[in-house]
């Protein structure tokens, strides 16, 4: 059963650590979103995209952060669907030259709604 006080705290994890954490480029931030075991799927510009979560935490580390660029980010909550314990957020995010539709599938464990699957598309405006 979805419940509206799910869809508030997936939403505020979703602004507190998953866009803060990639705007940020604070591992520690975004880490706190995700299921120890997540696996991240699409494509960039056309080509496969597949990485596990420490590949994913890496890249995010050692880029150069949307904040520190002084380039466009915005996040943006498109739709959130919550039935009992799981659910799937539908995001756009834009920064730098992309603009990415992302699917980011959750869990709650432990009483907590942790990102367990992400994918992505770059798209066009």
């Known amino acids: 059963m979805e419940t509206n ?8 994890a979703l602004e507190n650590y998953y ?11 975004l880490g706190n979103i995700f299921n120890p075991g ?9 080509q496969p995209y597949a990485k596990t979560l420490d590949q994913y ?4 580390k050692n880029r150069q952060s949307p904040k520190d660029s002084g380039k466009p980010f915005k996040g943006t909550i498109i739709s959130i669907n919550v039935v ?3 659910a799937i957020a539908k995001v756009h995010v834009k920064m730098y030259e992309f603009n990415y539709d992302e699917f980011l599938s959750f869990h709650k464990i ?4 942790l990102i367990v699957n992400k994918m992505i598309a770059d798209v066009s405006e």
């Open 38 to 46: 997540t696996l991240l799927f699409g494509d960039v510009k056309g």
């Open 84 to 86: 009992n314990s799981i």
């Open 5 to 12: 006080q799910d869809s508030i705290v997936i939403s505020q």
């Open 110 to 113: 432990n009483n907590r709604w």
């Open 19 to 29: 866009f803060k954490g990639i705007y940020e480029g604070n591992v520690n931030i």
């Open 57 to 60: 935490l890496d890249g995010v």
